[in-house]
């Protein structure tokens, strides 16, 4: 957590930590790394988490959100390369895992292969690597939608609920980095879940402000 929180100050000025009702040391090793904590009272899974971040940073003037799993997988130094693509005007930016498998597990790879499929098609884009989560998307963006998810299902739903607002994707490689902790995702199970959840935000995406 710490070294994630730092690295990242090197690259922008502004950390939001959002300390998922861990119970464990997570919102103090974040604020002595320098992140701004916000705490929630209960583990309501990532896509609540998500939610209350966003709500806490779309309320203040940045320009844009990056999204950044705090457990290691996420190398800050892939960083720059996505604020470089919004930079030159593309509005949601997702980096991407599978155009350099590194240590990627197979299973893990072909489930997101598969869910791409399922974006790509829905979206009218190409999608490449939609579940993950080292993002950096448009503040303007953001706060057209409208999210209810709860759990793993936020990516899809933000790319879907967005899709039709964005200007400019773009894709760019990120490192895959796994064995720093436990996971709760699981490849094919979740993929299957998200799948037919994307089907639901697809076709109530008209609820959008």
Request: aromatic content about 6%; charged content about 25%.
């Amino acid at each position: 957590m710490g070294a994630v929180v730092q690295g990242l100050l090197r690259v922008v000025p502004h950390v939001l930590v959002v300390d998922d009702g861990s119970g464990d040391a997570t919102a103090v090793r974040a604020r002595e790394a320098g992140a701004r904590v916000l705490v929630r009272g209960a583990n309501g899974g990532k896509g609540s988490a998500v939610r209350d971040g966003l709500r806490l940073l779309l309320a203040e003037e940045w320009s844009h959100v990056a999204f950044v799993d705090a457990d290691g997988q996420h190398d800050p130094a892939d960083l720059p390369a996505l604020l470089d693509a919004a930079r030159r005007g593309a509005d949601f930016v997702i980096g991407s895992r599978l155009l350099d498998r590194g240590e990627m597990p197979a299973k893990s790879y072909w489930a997101n292969t598969i869910g791409d499929k399922v974006l790509s098609r829905m979206t009218g884009l190409a999608v490449e690597d939609g579940q993950s989560g080292y993002r950096v998307i448009a503040s303007p963006l953001l706060r057209r939608l409208r999210l209810g998810a709860r759990r793993y299902a936020i990516e899809n739903e933000v790319l879907i609920k967005a899709s039709r607002k964005v200007r400019k994707l773009a894709v760019v490689p990120v490192r895959s980095i796994y064995g720093t902790g436990p996971k709760h995702y699981r490849p094919f199970h979740d993929t299957w879940i998200t799948s037919w959840l994307s089907v639901h935000y697809k076709t109530t995406d008209s609820d959008e402000s």
